[in-house]
Each structure stands twice: as structure tokens, then as C-alpha cells.
């Protein structure tokens, strides 16, 4: 049962690009959608929450489409500080549960 | 200081020893929570509490225990550990108001041989 999907990578991209990471997820009743920052043997670490008019903080812009179940994180002008792995996370899997349901991550190295 | 701690930060047993990894928060949440994290695999939930008393399994919750005996403790244990639970473990606090935004404290490395 794979609830949260994301691709592993890594994504290696040069310092000032445009990296775009995706995520699906498996319960439509899931209401609640973060992307949470975790460095090497660190903690997990919230990034931003994702609302359905899509949401932008900084260089860091979420969107959500609930029809086709789909996460989306767009990371702009790529700093070296933004090598981490991104992981996409859903409330559920039951309807209304207040458990979150982590995808494995995308690691992502930012190369100078 | 760190909002949620954890001891040890790292631990290495043997097979079929018994371990207590604690977690404290200063945060004043009602909740928390006991994942485990494997090379692969992703974050795992072992148990939650949403208040003191109160026990939930989670999604692997076997060959493990855990005590809620205050607000800003939850401990979880290893009754007999084994190999197979090598892994990194993190404990997770969140708010009754703001269920869904949980913040991790630094993990315990365990090492079970």
C-alpha cells in the first residue's frame, strides 16, 4: 500500500535554478497536506502547508489539485542551503485522523 | 533550549535487552507521537497519545509499549529488543487546535546488535 508517492531522486540542480518536486496520495479524504524539510540525520522539519488556492512563501511556491490527488512544491533560484529532502505529507488514512502519512521523501542537492 | 528533547540521542544494546527512549516537551501540546524512521522506507508511526492516559497503536506498534504518565512526557519502550529494530526514532509533538503541524524533537539513534 503505497499512500504517499513521491519520487526519490535525487534531484541535483545548479545553484539559482528551478526545481519542481511531485506527490501523490492515495486517501481522498485526506484534508490536510504539508511539505516538511529534513536534512541528513536531522528531524523532519515543517516547510509550508499546502492550501487548494496554492500557497507561496518566498522562493517556495505549493499548490494541490484534490481532483487528481496531486502535491506540488516549486523551489525558485535554488541556494546550496536548500540541499535537504523535501517529504510530502498527508493527514489519514483514516477519514478525519489526525495521523499523518509521510512519503519517503526527494532528496535534492543543490551543486554550485 | 529545544522545545522537544530526547534521550538518549544515541544507543547501542543487544538482542533481548529491554530500552526506554524518553521524550519531553516544553511546548504545552496535548499530543504526541513515536515514529521510526529506515533507510527507504520513510517515517512510520509506532504510537500516539492525544492526552495524558491516552494510547493509540500505530501503523507498526509490535514489540513496542509506550507510557503517557504526564503532559510534557511520553516514553516508548523495547520490551526485548531486536536487530530488526535498528533504526532512527523520533518523537513528534502537535496542538489540539493545529493537529495536523507536528514538530519533531532531534531523534535517538538506536542500534540493536
Known amino acids: 500500500r503505497k499512500e504517499v508517492e513521491q519520487d526519490p531522486g535525487p534531484f541535483n540542480v545548479p545553484e539559482g535554478a528551478t526545481v519542481a518536486f511531485n506527490c501523490t496520495y492515495s486517501n481522498s479524504a485526506s484534508q490536510s497536506f504539508f511539505w516538511y524539510r529534513q536534512d541528513c540525520r536531522k528531524e523532519p522539519k515543517l516547510l509550508m502547508s499546502?492550501?487548494?488556492s496554492g500557497n507561496e512563501d518566498g522562493r517556495f511556491t505549493a499548490q494541490l489539485n484534490r481532483a487528481s490527488q496531486y502535491i506540488s512544491l516549486l523551489i525558485r533560484d535554488s541556494k546550496l542551503s536548500d540541499s535537504a529532502t523535501y517529504l510530502c505529507v498527508v493527514n489519514g488514512p483514516g477519514a478525519g485522523s489526525y495521523q499523518l502519512t509521510f512519503g519517503k521523501g526527494t532528496k535534492l542537492s543543490v551543486i554550485p | 533550549d529545544a522545545d522537544v528533547t530526547q534521550t538518549p540521542r544515541n544507543r547501542i544494546t543487544k538482542t533481548g535487552k529491554r530500552i526506554m527512549l524518553e521524550c519531553s516537551q516544553t511546548?504545552?501540546?496535548?499530543?504526541m507521537y513515536w515514529y521510526r524512521q529506515d533507510p527507504g522506507l520513510g517515517l512510520r508511526l509506532i504510537y500516539y497519545s492525544f492526552d495524558v492516559k491516552d494510547i493509540n497503536k500505530g501503523e507498526i506498534s509490535d514489540g513496542y509499549s509506550v507510557s503517557r504518565q504526564a503532559q510534557a512526557k511520553f516514553s516508548l519502550s523495547l520490551e526485548s529488543a531486536i536487530p530488526n529494530q535498528t533504526a532512527l526514532y523520533f518523537c513528534?509533538?502537535?496542538?489540539?487546535?493545529?493537529?495536523?503541524?507536528?514538530?519533531f524533537g532531534p531523534g535517538t539513534r538506536l542500534t540493536v546488535l
Open positions: 511546548k504545552g501540546h496535548d499530543r
Open positions: 513528534a509533538t502537535s496542538d489540539s487546535r493545529e493537529p495536523d503541524t507536528q514538530y
Open positions: 499546502v492550501y487548494s
